[in-house]
């Protein structure tokens, strides 16, 4: 799993969470979108959790580019923008899940673990 989010405190935190379960294997954390798109080529990771706003790419410029080369990677943005318009766009392009951070942070290793659990 890749965890990807410029705000360092945060990405280590949620890196903390989802390593507690036992679950998953972290790839990262990493602090920006050019740094996440090259970790996901380089490790193809099964999931990756992502911030949108990012410098030098944006979370939405990330899910397309790991659209482009994987259709099964689950994808969540995780994110503090609550615009409606940011959030349909994500999912238009090919985002599983659209999280609020003030929201939805401590329900992540929730949503992975249920994920997961579906798949044979």
Known sequence: MLIADDAR????????????TGQFEIVGP???????KRSFEAKRP???ILDFAMPLLSGLEVVQA???VSSTCFIIVLTNQSDASVRQRC?????????????DF???PGILAAHFERIP
């Open 66 to 68: 790991i659209r482009k």
């Open 106 to 108: 401590e329900a992540v």
């Open 46 to 48: 099964d999931a990756v």
């Open 9 to 20: 405190s945060v990405a280590v935190r949620l890196a903390d969470l989802v390593g507690e």
């Open 91 to 103: 999912l238009a392009a090919g985002a599983d899940q659209y999280l609020h951070k003030s929201r």
């Open 30 to 36: 990493v602090y920006d979108g050019l740094e996440a």
